[in-house]
């Protein structure tokens, strides 16, 4: 079994995570760059954050076996603080270019004011200029007009919606974000945004075009096997094994290999695990811990995609 979960803020999680993913069949995870559960007020922690998720968030996930990838933007929140905003605006451009970055997001709204729309639509903008696809958070409040709008925008600028994922979608939106052409994106999160349970029902319903189910999984209570668990749901109910397939493991490769950055190739043929080695002079080894050291990488093969 082979799954990426394109939404899932592993900065946040324990290494107790990452072996747990790697166990269930996650084979690459994306982390968007997002709120961190408090204002941050200076650009340098803005910085500090960032390179953290380009660099040894890249290197903690390999250790394990799972290739890391992330997205860059000023998330809508901090949006509203427009002395940081500016600040960050100046930086992310540096690291929209750094390697592994295959989106600008997620960015959107959350109340919907106006520095929110000012900074979505430069952000926007600067996707286009790199040619990146964009990751859209949509808000937990007033979430259908929001998604709307955020579409709204979204053709405004003239960005092609196959380069856009609508993230966090429900009941709700879901019908108009598949028939505007955008990626609809899903987050498997305990008791909000959508359920395993819902999310099949979904699929059963919509089918599994241009749908990607991810877990969001970050610092309060949520599910870092959120991919894993819908897909074997899914296939208890009866959902075929190539809709699956496509929702969480193909999609997601599609939308966001559309970056240049992700490849299939970087997890069939991987680097073989040394958990010796070092970041910035780190490791992840603790206590004496017996290290993980692999002679040869781990083969995989098109055929383990089928889900048994």
Known sequence: MMFIDSHAHMLSRTTDDYEAMAAAGVVAVIEPAFWVGQPRTHVGTYIDYLSSIVGFERFRAGQFGIRHY????????????????????EILPRFALKEGVVAIGEIGYDEQTALEDKYFRLQIELAM??????????????????????????????????????????????????????????????????????????????GPERIIVDSACDWG???????????????????????????????????????????????????????????????????GREPWIEDQPAQRTLENLVIK
């Open 221 to 287: 209570i949520s599910e870092p096997l959120g991919v894993a668990k819908t897909a074997k749901l899914a296939l208890q109910r009866g959902v075929p094994e190539d809709h699956v397939r496509l929702v969480c493991y193909q999609n997601p490769l599609d939308a966001y290999g559309q970056s240049g950055q992700m490849k299939e190739d970087d997890w069939l043929n991987p680097p073989a695990i040394d958990q010796r080695t070092f970041f910035e002079g780190n490791s992840i080894l603790r206590g």
């Open 129 to 206: 200029e790199l040619d990146l696809p964009v990751m859209i958070h949509t808000p937990h409040r007033d979430k259908k007009r929001g998604t709307s709008r955020s579409m709204d925008v979204c053709d405004e600028h003239g960005i092609d919606p196959s380069k856009v994922v609508i993230d966090h979608n429900n009941e709700e939106t879901v019908a108009e974000t598949l028939d505007r052409g955008y990626w609809a994106a899903f987050s498997i999160y305990p008791s909000t945004k959508m359920g395993s349970d819902r999310m099949v029902d979904i699929l059963q319903q919509y």
């Open 70 to 89: 992330c997205t860059i933007g000023l998330n809508s929140k901090e949006a509203n603080n427009e002395e940081l905003a500016e600040g960050v605006m």
